[in-house]
């Protein structure tokens, strides 16, 4: 079977939390800079603008770059041309132009009428002008939509662990969505609804991976009851190094493919995935579990509460930490 860590590493982890404290600190406090300061790329689904989805009746394909060409010469700002689903479907997007209602429709007129004389059998599937209203109600609900996945998380946590470790997994999670925010503010790429939904699946990803380390520290923490924090926490991570590795590269490899070979259409998407498996990856093993001894840890607690029949209590592996 494929390995990309050996078995029974023993990293001390825990000697670089301080480091990767500051370092997480200064990531987070220069996403915010940025975001204030330089601020988001933001698409039409969120600035508003003309969206126009068009296909060919003879199923021919389209030439984006020539689409591309004449629409950028009307001077309506920036215009995004993408292969959408097909050769021969393609979806336009164009800035909201300054002025009522009735500056739109012209403006949408213009991109038809150019349309017709630059694609050969064009035929419109779709027409949307997106106002400022609708783009206002997107961008609070794609914070509502964050909010709540955070929220939801810091409860489900809380049920099913101690408090500290409730805190822990919110806390890179809040880490982890602040850093991408900085990514994107930095690249300006195109801050669209798919990202949101990929901050979404970075939340889920970021928790999987810190809540199977939490598991195996809980447990470690109940058959090792005279082991310091510290210790037990790298001996954890240790464990799961090579199940948290794999997960991360055979993900990545996909995600790789669909930036390379998606389009543009989810290239937006994907970046942020990608960039969220490192992050995810990283706090959930520099972030998640060191704060763990910041929080003061109540192991009397976990002793009291532990059962002989206790399912989460994995009795098959080696009790002597050390053991090779």
């Known amino acids: 079977m494929l390995r990309l860590i050996p078995d ?28 204030f300061s330089v601020g988001l790329n933001y698409g039409i689904d969120f600035e508003g603008g003309l969206a126009v989805e068009i296909g060919t009746t003879n199923d021919s394909a389209i030439d984006i770059g020539q689409v591309r060409g004449s629409l950028s010469s009307l001077g309506l700002g920036d215009v995004s041309v993408q292969e959408y689903g097909r050769p021969s479907e393609a979806l336009i997007r164009v800035e909201r132009q300054p002025g009522d209602d009735a500056a739109q ?29 609708v783009s206002g109600e997107l961008k609070r609900d794609g914070i509502i939509a964050i909010s709540v996945a955070l929220a939801a998380v810091l409860i489900y946590i809380w049920f099913r662990f101690e408090w500290q470790f409730g805190a822990g997994a919110v806390i890179a999670l809040f880490h982890d969505v602040i850093l991408t925010i900085g990514f994107f503010a930095i690249t300006q790429l195109e801050f669209n609804l798919s990202v949101i939904a990929a901050l979404l699946t970075i939340v889920g990803y970021s928790l ?35 199940r948290t590795t794999m997960t991360s590269f055979t993900t990545l490899l ?31 093993i520099f972030v998640a579990s060191p704060l763990l001894t910041l929080m003061k840890l109540d192991r009397e607690h976990m002793f009291n509460d532990v059962q002989d029949n206790d399912p989460t209590v994995d009795k098959s592996r080696s009790v002597d930490p050390f053991a090779n």
């Not at 590493?9 to 940025?34: D, P, Q």
């Not at 429709?105 to 209203?133: C, H, M």
């Not at 994907?270 to 990283?282: L, N, Q």
């Open 208 to 242: 999987n991976d810190t809540v199977v380390v939490y598991d195996r520290i809980r447990e470690n923490i109940r058959k090792f009851r005279k082991m310091e924090v510290p210790e037990l926490i790298d001996f954890s991570l240790n464990q799961t190094l090579s």
């Open 8 to 35: 029974n590493t023993k990293i001390g982890f825990m000697g670089a939390r301080k480091f990767c404290y500051g370092l997480s600190i200064l990531g987070i406090v220069a996403s915010i800079a940025l975001f």
């Open 254 to 284: 996909a995600l790789l493919g669909l930036y390379i070979f998606g389009g543009e259409v989810i290239r937006g998407f994907t970046a942020a995935m990608i960039w969220g498996i490192f992050v995810g990856t990283y706090s959930s």
């Open 105 to 133: 429709k012209a403006a949408l007129d213009l991109v038809r009428a150019t349309l017709e004389k630059t694609v050969p059998d064009v035929s419109f599937r779709q027409e949307n002008v997106i106002g400022p209203k």
